[in-house]
């Protein structure tokens, strides 16, 4: 309940448009279950004050952190996370991890809530942004056969994304899904047309 109260005051505090958060890692052992209970608590409190919320579990955020997996190869440390801190914010200031990741998470949730207003064009992203926001599919094994399945997360609201703004003040059942805006949609399909 004070985990709780401390997001709302800060939620409150600088009413900011959207809000990121890191879920547990998944399969993360004994420490799971704490951190999803502490996940369910800043929900709560993002959903009440009924901002836009974005979620990014560790292996995806150091993922996003990479710019590009091309150049940036090999998996990302704590230090690594840090280091790409340092590089955007241009200060040279050594902060603790914990703080790196939380930056991280705020800088690609503004990314993914600018993204879905139009603020930014699909161009504007990096790699690992396309990859995570827009791209990323995974095979999956039906009675029909193997399909593909996009899990980026422009498809993935009210899972990997949430609308609360959309929910009207005394209701709490979360919003149908959105569509996807025209100008990504319409960056996707020219995505396909190059790889055909």
Do not use: W
Not at 40 to 68: H, I, N, Q, W, Y
Not at 158 to 166: D, I, M, V, W, Y
Request: charged share 25%.
């Amino acid at each position: 309940m004070h985990f709780r109260a401390l997001v709302r005051s800060l939620v409150e505090r600088f009413d900011p448009d959207a809000v990121g958060i890191e879920s547990p890692a998944y399969q993360a052992g004994p420490f799971q279950r704490i951190h999803f209970g502490l996940m369910m608590f800043s929900l709560e409190a993002v959903f009440e004050r009924r901002k836009d919320c974005v979620l990014f579990d560790p292996a995806t955020l150091k993922l996003l952190a990479k710019g590009d997996p091309k150049k940036r190869r090999g998996s990302m440390s704590k230090l690594d996370m840090q280091r790409q801190v340092q590089l955007d914010t241009m200060d040279v200031s050594v902060i603790d991890n914990n703080e790196a990741d939380a930056y991280l998470v705020a800088l690609y949730a503004a990314r993914f809530a600018m993204l879905k207003s139009g603020a930014i064009p699909p161009s504007a992203l990096t790699p690992s942004e396309t990859s995570v926001f827009l791209t990323r599919a995974r095979r999956v094994k039906t009675v029909k056969g193997t399909v593909t399945k996009r899990v980026a997360h422009v498809f993935r609201e009210n899972s990997r994304h949430f609308q609360f703004s959309e929910v009207p003040p005394g209701r709490v059942d979360l919003p149908s899904k959105s569509s996807i805006p025209k100008d990504i949609v319409d960056y996707l399909d020219s995505l396909e047309a190059c790889n055909e």
